[in-house]
């Protein structure tokens, strides 16, 4: 950001700011104003200017105002007042010309997301890769945010946050393919990790591991997997996308282990002690297992059956959210373990829902299991529920 002497600096992506000579123009709780409504239209479109209906509809909205007009010759009366209080230098700060209003020439403007806009236009325009990287990387770090996050509830504010998260994304994309054939993937890494902070839940963790296997940082590859799914899960209530489970199949192809005897192999693969109950493991672990049983079922034919519970409220609609159904959830978790098999297999498919696999079960053995983790997890007058599905295969 400049701090050039009588330059007005702008900040849209992310929180909303005004500053001049280093001094902001905007108190703790004036964010949301019509003074701050009024200085982010006619600053973001500077150069087209803004009208009157738009800027009346931002200002105003649905509100019971008898005459728009004179209060927006009020607003922009008060708002011109305002910055000549706050230390400006004297202009006429708002321009009417053609039907339109524009912010004056006379104040430059530095604004972040016309910065990063500039940027992502010269990085398209730029064919020599080496330049055209660092102008995509100097691009993405200029993206700090959503635009105007904290405003999104104004259509236009809306709209132009579509337009530069999709520039952002582009960014991130041909940033990471051109690291990606040089190697870098040290830069590619930290361009990951940052994708993966400005957006989250966008599967940038997705760069950053294959940047973490470029560089054979296998178990780091894995403990974000780990972390990056556990965190989608909990957090949105989201499985693991196929760019995630893509990423980690490639991951287990690139592992490798220094050579070792099958005594030693074995007791790595051992389980823990004290294990007890179902064997419970993430979904891409549970999708691998179901690919490998439903081989043997199928060549042995042998009863094989899935079945799905989902907590379900008072009226038998599937919970969504809440702190109720972290909790239920939890408790379902530790039902399931000890109402099942240790031969069974069990994964947490999203918020309030749980997959078992049971080999050699049939559809009749299953009502049975459904009947018994229904009576633990229900409690005297509880009001929630489960509700099951069954699925079988060769019964």
Same mark, same amino acid.
């Given at each position: ?151 999104? +509830?104004?259509?236009? *504010?809306?709209? &132009? /946050? ?7 994304? !582009?960014? %991130? @994309? ?28 966008? +599967?940038?963790?997705? *760069?950053?591991? &294959? /940047? ?7 178990? !780091?590859? %894995? @403990? ?45 693969? !051992?389980?823990? @002690? ?48 809440? @702190? ?72």
């Amino acid at each position: 950001m400049t701090e050039e002497k009588n330059v007005l600096c702008v900040k849209m992506l992310g929180n909303f700011s005004l500053s001049f000579q280093g001094q902001s123009l905007l108190g703790t709780k004036s964010s949301n104003t019509q003074f701050a409504y009024l200085m982010q239209l006619l600053l973001h479109k500077r150069g087209q200017g803004v009208g009157r209906e738009i800027l009346e509809e931002t200002l105003f909205g649905d509100r019971d105002v008898e005459n728009t007009h004179r209060a927006l010759r009020s607003v922009i009366y008060n708002a011109k007042k305002r910055l000549e209080e706050l230390g400006l230098p004297e202009a006429d700060y708002i321009v009417r010309r053609d039907g339109m209003l524009f912010w004056t020439e006379e104040i430059p403007v530095w604004e972040d997301a016309a910065a990063f806009e500039q940027l992502y236009l010269e990085a398209r325009r730029e064919s020599e890769e080496e330049r055209k990287l660092q102008l995509l990387l100097d691009a993405c770090h200029c993206y700090t945010g959503e635009f105007l996050e904290l405003y999104s +509830d104004f259509l236009w *504010v809306a709209s &132009e /946050a579509r337009r530069y998260r999709a520039m952002f994304y !582009e960014c %991130v @994309e041909e940033a990471a393919a051109l690291l990606r054939k040089k190697q870098d993937f040290l830069e590619m890494k930290q361009l990951g990790i940052y994708a993966s902070r400005i957006a989250p839940f966008c +599967d940038w963790e997705t *760069v950053t591991m &294959e /940047a973490l296997i470029g560089l054979g940082s296998y178990e !780091e590859a %894995v @403990e974000l997997y780990t972390v990056t799914v556990q965190r989608y899960l909990e957090e949105r209530g989201l499985r693991p996308s196929q760019k995630l489970m893509d990423m980690l199949e490639r991951l287990g192809e690139q592992v490798t282990h220094p050579a070792s005897s099958l005594d030693g192999i074995r007791e790595n693969l !051992e389980e823990d @002690e004290d294990q007890e109950g179902a064997y419970m493991c993430s979904y891409p672990v549970f999708r691998g297992i179901y690919h490998m049983m439903k081989r043997m079922m199928e060549r042995y034919r042998q009863p094989m059956s899935l079945m799905l519970c989902t907590v379900v409220d008072s009226k038998g609609n599937p919970m969504r959210e809440g @702190e109720q159904l972290d909790s239920l959830s939890e408790r379902l978790a530790n039902v399931i373990r000890q109402s099942v098999r240790q031969s069974d297999v069990v994964s947490r498919y999203s918020r309030g829902q749980y997959l078992i696999l049971f080999p050699n079960v049939s559809k009749e053995n299953c009502a049975r299991i459904q009947k018994r983790i229904n009576e633990h997890f229900v409690q005297g007058r509880q009001r929630t529920g489960l509700r099951f599905s069954i699925n079988s295969l060769y019964d």
